[in-house]
């Protein structure tokens, strides 16, 4: 029935035992006296029964000193003897934790591949006539004048556009195909063209060279065909006649003219002369009238 105060723990005892209650009747009161011990390093805990440092298990920790081991978080893992316990950070899909990084924040994308580029939504496919490489952040475009399908990988990937029939493929693009050449469409060279054949530039065939025209009526089907010579010689004949028959008639004709032209020219002279005769009988008659009177009167 006897009471016993709380005892100041006391390190009396021997073996780093102490006891919380003076007066105490049993071994089993007694316990590890922690003051009176070495304090174990982290990663370790103090085992009561023995009173020497035991590791910590996997996913669990401690600090130096501790007394226990603490089990490491839900997301968090450890190994043996471990002084913290590693995050197990989850990142989003398409992302990864860098090496030494614990916080979700810096949770980065994995590198893009070859075709596409990384945008804050994730990796992203590369648009028709541009390229990328492995871990781009943008993609290339093309050359200007070539084009190239979406998800393109590579400069090589960026083509001229196919060719028209006429023209051939060149490294600075379409070409037009010479004369006497020619191709067809999406064309990387052009043909000549055959023997006996021709073409214009530009053009998608060749044609055949026409033949020589020639001046022998024999074989040039442009000249009509020679008359035979007997009826030539009638035509000739009749055209002869035909210009006698004109002549003579042109020549009756400048005879009647002459004629006439001759009558009217005689028909004036003749006035003329006898105009003048009778205009000097006229004059010696007047003159002889004249003397006659100068006469009597003398």
Do not use: H, R, W
Not at 29 to 49: F, I, N, R
Not at 80 to 90: F, H, I, Y
Not at 93 to 116: F, I, K, R
Request: aromatic share 6%.
């Amino acid at each position: 029935g006897a009471f016993f105060p709380e005892a100041v723990v006391s390190t009396q005892s021997t073996g780093g035992y102490t006891t919380n209650y003076a007066g105490s009747t049993s071994q089993d009161d007694c316990v590890l006296d922690a003051d009176a011990l070495p304090a174990c390093q982290g990663g370790y805990y103090l085992e009561k029964s023995s009173g020497s440092c035991e590791i910590c298990p996997a996913n669990t920790y401690s600090t130096a000193g501790s007394l226990y081991c603490t089990d490491c978080p839900e997301n968090g893992s450890s190994d043996a003897g471990a002084t913290e316990c590693a995050l197990q950070v989850v990142c989003p899909e398409g992302m990864y934790l860098p090496v030494g990084s614990t916080n979700v924040l810096e949770c980065t994308y994995e590198d893009c591949e070859a075709g596409s580029y990384l945008t804050e939504d994730g990796c992203q496919e590369c648009g028709e006539n541009t390229y990328s490489l492995e871990a781009a952040m943008e993609c290339t475009p093309c050359p200007e004048g070539k084009n190239a399908p979406a998800g393109s990988t590579s400069p090589d990937d960026c083509q001229y556009a196919p060719c028209e029939a006429g023209f051939y493929m060149t490294e600075d693009g379409c070409q037009e195909c010479g004369a006497n050449s020619y191709s067809s469409a999406s064309a990387i060279e052009c043909l000549p063209c055959p023997e006996g054949t021709e073409s214009q530039a530009g053009a998608n065939s060749c044609s055949a060279i026409p033949a020589p025209k020639t001046t022998d009526p024999q074989f040039d089907t442009t000249v009509p065909p020679p008359v035979p010579p007997t009826e030539k010689g009638e035509e000739d004949e009749g055209k002869e006649e035909g210009d006698e028959e004109d002549g003579q008639e042109d020549g009756e004709e400048e005879g009647e003219e002459g004629q006439e032209d001759g009558g009217e020219e005689g028909q004036e002279d003749g006035g003329e002369e006898e105009g003048q005769e009778d205009g000097g009988e006229e004059e010696g008659q007047e003159e002889g009238q004249g003397d006659g009177d100068e006469g009597g009167e003398g």
